[in-house]
């Protein structure tokens, strides 16, 4: 069942450090998880908030919080330590040139696709990857197009049912 402790962890009282909820932040080096040592500067630097600590205090994005705007303040104050890189390195960008390899994926929740007159995701999306086509009747349907989303997420937290979720880029 998940969320119970394993009786070892139980009787020796052992922290069970969960996975994060969502992906790592910006600019993650594909070792974020060794070398980031939860210093948490940059849940201080996001100045849009959606950093959120997982279970060993490490950094994930929360899009419900909102989207990011690839400020790069997070990457800023990731410095190396204890002889391991900096956790968040501009330098390595993820596949693809992206700072994010992510991708808005549609829900069947959509409202929009049920009938509703919706366009909430795509009134935040800065870079107008979520278009909206004509339907018979006057609905729209919502199309996300891969080769423009940036991955920034704002959509999700825009949409009121919860319809957006973010998936890998290579999975989409």
Known sequence: MPGLLSRRALLTRRAVAKAPVGPRPPWSIS???QSCDACGACFEACVEGILAK????????????????????????????NNKPAALDKASVAEGGRAFPLLA????????IQGVACRLCGD????????????????????????????????VSACPVGALTMAPLSSA
């Open 31 to 33: 070792t974020f998880d």
């Open 54 to 81: 997982d279970g060993s205090g490490r950094p994930y994005v929360d899009f419900q919080r909102g989207g990011c705007s690839f400020c790069g303040d997070c990457a800023e104050v990731c410095v190396p330590r």
């Open 124 to 155: 935040p999306c800065d870079v107008r990857a979520i278009r909206f086509r004509p339907l018979v009747g006057g609905r729209v349907l919502p199309e996300i197009s891969a080769e423009s989303c940036n991955g920034c997420g704002v959509c």
């Open 105 to 112: 994926e549609l829900g069947g929740a959509c409202i929009s």
